[in-house]
């Protein structure tokens, strides 16, 4: 029985050796072979003369007017020239070293010849001269490597489709082709390779994306409701957070509060959470975490908060210490620094839920550490975390609820592709009173002239942050950068000022111990690697100042940029850069156009491409055949819609039974995050 699943070492014509070359183009199946697409068509239907747009390659059919002359010149170059006449119109002709075509070229005859028309001159650069039944057909273009060529593909593509395609199927429900107008698979696969019109060309692509798009849904919304299934139930007592909510320092913004019944509603339901928690850099999404664990705590579970660098789960550490002061939450810190001392009598305490908090860095998912009752793990700044990282936290506990925050906003393309198995909630507003920071980018060589606005903060009792270059993926080199600029600041600023080096070849001690200094205002500069990117809240530093900043993703220029503008003076970032490329160029005017962080992505995204922005196999965003995911959201949207919809119909898997095999067939190869 055949079976698309077949390999293509079953078609004639195709040895051990095709089937190695083509398993470079990662071709291995009969259905591989069939959605190899090409990715261009050459037209060769005959066009009218008059229609032609200067310099367009098209074929024109006529009658030879003259017999072809060859002139030679150099050694072995040459060139054929005829008349053709088209209707009354005559078309000089030059055919560039294909001697041989004259014998085909007698005068009188009627033949299709394909080439570059030149409307000025009303001449054509010949390429080929067309057999008649060409011009009935698109020639397909497939991308091909140096093992295998065009015409091998077009051959055994021909081959798999004659042999196959009584076994080429439907997947997508009825119901949803005719409502999109879709083609059958079987069309789409046919005019896909061997169209006849651009217009039949155009159509079969649209199925084949909505195709693409909705199978992957499919799986996403497939394995969502799966991981639905079993989860902790949270049965806090309202009134107390209520309570608890007052003695709170601020009042909550409307945003905060909207995400936090959302996250509410998780916790309480007997569904595992897996939420995502976006929200701008200061949007506060640490009181959002906050209210998540009292209300887990208060419910009897433990929770743990995993956050990416020392100095940030430090940070958090003894802000929620102050917060939780009064309540029955017991917070402990646990990261690599911690000593094995204090580390031996902590474990146990873990492992009995006496300690009910655990705050820390990747130190919370090591093996030896054992959890009571987990009952929400909470990691921020998840971005910075590996895909195994957050996975490991997951298995801490049994049907833990999970909420993942994240300032790095993620663009919808993203958030539709690599997060969709997610539920998300979005800040989308900052709490009042906070100004905008002011953006500007300056080139190296004009840095002398704004030394003075620099001195103005200082003078003014202001902080300022230099971040320094992002050269190599080196640690080592990035030191020497920075201690470069740090001396340069020396010179400049001190005694009057004093400077201080953060990077991240210190140890957590020195480094605690620099942040330190910053944030008493013992330090007025803080020269620094990317180090400080995440977290860092000091409220005095009104100045960012990033060099290199061309070398940064925008996101992450968003996020340093954030460090500043959290108190109430007017703060600034100053991009010092020297792009070497359009795009780049582009880039630093983004950062000084917007201060909205999905903007900011958005447009990365668009320049860069998703493997760029979040680094290629962080991206998750899957190689799409010919979806793509950025310039077709709209259609990946409504596939996403469809496949919502029939995951939430209770007997879908019977009703759409070659849809529910092929779900669950791939489901082992998609990766969960
Ligand atoms: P992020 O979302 O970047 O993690 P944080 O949670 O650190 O932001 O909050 C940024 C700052 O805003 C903190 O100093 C926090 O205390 C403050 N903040 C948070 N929510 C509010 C609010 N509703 N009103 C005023 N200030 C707030
Ligand atoms: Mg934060």
Redesign the pocket.
Known sequence: MKSLKDNVSVLKGVGPKKQASLSELNINSVFDLLSYYPFRYDDFEVKNINNIVDQEKVTLKGTIASEPTIVHYGRRRNILNIRFLIDNDIVKITFFNQPWLKKQLSVGREVLIYGRFDKNRSSMAGIKILQSNDSNQMSSIYPTNKHVRQSTIKEVVKLAYDEYKNYIVDIIPDSIRLKYRLEDFKTVIHDMHFPKTKKEAILARRTAKFNEFFLFQMRLQNLKSISQNKGLSIKFNQNKVDEFIKTLP????DA?KRVINEIFIDLKSNRQMNRLLQ?D???????VAVLGIYACIDAGYQAALMAPTEILAEQHANKLAKLFENTSVNVSLLTGNTKLSARKELLPRIKDGEVNLIIGTHALIQDNIEYNNLGLAIIDEQHRFGVNQRKKLRQKGKGTNILAMT?TPIPRTLAITSYGEMDVSIIDKL?SGRQPVKTSWIRENQFKSVLPFINDRLSSGEQIYVVTPLVEESEAVDMKNAVNIYENFKDIFEPKYQVGLLHGQMNDDEKNNVMGEFQNNNLQILVSTTVIEV?V?VSNATMMIVFNSDHFGLAQLHQLR?RVG?GNHQSYCLLVADPKTEVGTKRMNVMVDSNNGFIISQKDLELRGPGDVMGKAQSGVPDFKVGDPIADLTMLNIAQQEAIQIVSQKDWKNQYNELFNYVSENNKKFLIN
């Open positions: 601020f009042k909550l913004t905060q929200g850099v200061g949007s506060g999404k640490t009181i300032a709490p977290g809240d954030g959290r």
